[in-house]
């Protein structure tokens, strides 16, 4: 059987590698390059992690696996029907299509938005890098994990980091977490503007409704867009993201969505960690066993910095510490979440043990 992957990035990657000892497998991507860890790039930014560090998969890993890379080629066009998908100068026959296009970062719609940097490809990060060269004042907009990230890492070897954020809460964390992640980040030096509107940006800083903030570096970090278009113009049913059931199915035959593109019953996908999880899913659907996702269940981590933080299941309900570094939250005397500062290894603990709850609600 041939599969098309369309897109390189965690999704796609993962699925390319459980099943190519079982199919054929072409992944199509538009970036000229290997898959590489986009987690790592605010680490790449500051130094920390080298450009090998990033790219652990080199051409020749693709043809050792029998895994056909066409990088730097952009699918334009699918006929699912015919079961074709169409680039520049080629078509290629599918058996089963993977749309796994990922999402793109999402704009701000304000004057001098030009002078604002995106981060989410590696030329993304080498532009940013490039700029770091020549200031060390950094304003960062939105105060979501990824301007997070960057703000960590930058201020860890010595940038001067200004946040502009809209809400004083942080990642849907309540307000006792969200200070944490506050200081932590202070005490690296980094100064936070919350509950700010911005009215304009030029050269060198930004405008606020709350006052200028100085900087000539500016990264926008205000959330992802789902990269829907393609199977929007090809007829497949699409609404934030493409539209799936637990199986990850498209409206169209053989047609499957997973990761950043992809959406359940309004639930998006937006981390690398999920994107796997559900290429790893969708591998083992496509090895003919039974299986279904559990869109219900999330869990992140993330490292701001030398913080390392874990996002488990659901945590907006009423929370307890149980000691210095986790805070647990309940539903009816139920654990339906955690937060885990510091301790990876708890995490993964808490995550089994809350999963277990989900997959067994009534503890039977
Ligand atoms: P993507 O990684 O976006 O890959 C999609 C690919 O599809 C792209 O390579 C694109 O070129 C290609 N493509 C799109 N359209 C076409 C087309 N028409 N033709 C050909 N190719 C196409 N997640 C975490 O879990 N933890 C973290 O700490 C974390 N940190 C992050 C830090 C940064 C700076 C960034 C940018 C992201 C971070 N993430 C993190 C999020 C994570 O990287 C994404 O959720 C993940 O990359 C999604 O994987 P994906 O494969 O669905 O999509």
Request: aromatic share 10%; charged share 25%.
């Amino acid at each position: 059987m041939r599969l098309v992957i369309i897109g390189n990035g965690p999704a796609g990657f993962e699925l390319a590698k459980r099943v190519c000892d079982h199919h054929e497998v072409i992944i199509i991507d538009e970036a000229e390059l290997p898959f590489y860890f986009k987690p790592m790039l605010s680490n790449y930014i500051a130094g920390f992690s080298r450009k090998e560090d990033l790219f652990q998969y080199d051409l020749t890993w693709y043809e050792k696996n029998n895994i056909h890379l066409l990088a730097g080629t952009r699918v334009n066009k699918i006929d699912f029907l015919a079961k074709k998908v169409f680039t520049a100068d080629a078509k290629y026959n599918f058996d089963v299509l993977i749309l796994a296009t990922g999402a793109r970062p999402r704009e701000l719609a304000v004057e001098g938005k030009e002078f604002l940097s995106m981060l989410r490809t590696f030329r993304d990060a080498e532009n940013i890098k490039k700029q770091l060269e020549t200031s060390d004042e950094v304003v960062i907009i939105g105060t979501g994990f990824i301007g997070l990230e960057v703000s960590g890492n930058l201020s860890k070897v010595g940038y001067k980091i200004k946040m502009i954020g809209k809400s004083e809460n942080f990642l849907g964390l309540d307000q006792e977490l969200s200070n944490i992640i506050k200081k932590q980040l202070e005490q690296n030096g980094v100064e936070f503007h919350l509950t700010a509107n911005i009215e304009k940006i030029d050269e060198t800083g930004i405008l606020t409704d709350k006052g200028y903030v100085k900087g000539k570096v500016k990264i926008c970090a205000i959330g992802a867009v789902p990269n829907k278009e393609l199977a929007e113009a090809s007829g497949i049913n699409v609404d934030r993201g493409v539209l799936i059931d637990e199986t990850f199915r498209t409206s169209a035959q053989d047609v499957y969505a997973i990761g950043d593109c992809s959406e359940f019953q309004g639930i998006l996908c937006g981390t690398a960690k999920t994107a796997s999880e559900h290429a790893k899913v969708l591998a083992d659907i496509l090895r003919g066993n039974e299986s279904s996702f559990d869109f219900g269940f999330r869990s992140s981590i993330f490292k701001f910095g030398d913080f390392p933080i874990s996002i488990i299941g659901e945590t907006t309900q009423e929370g307890k510490w149980i000691d210095d570094n986790t805070k647990i939250f309940y539903q009816q005397s139920k654990i339906v979440g955690a937060v885990v500062l510091q301790d990876i290894r708890k995490a993964v603990e808490m995550e089994q043990r809350i999963k277990k709850q989900y997959s067994n609600p009534n503890g039977k």
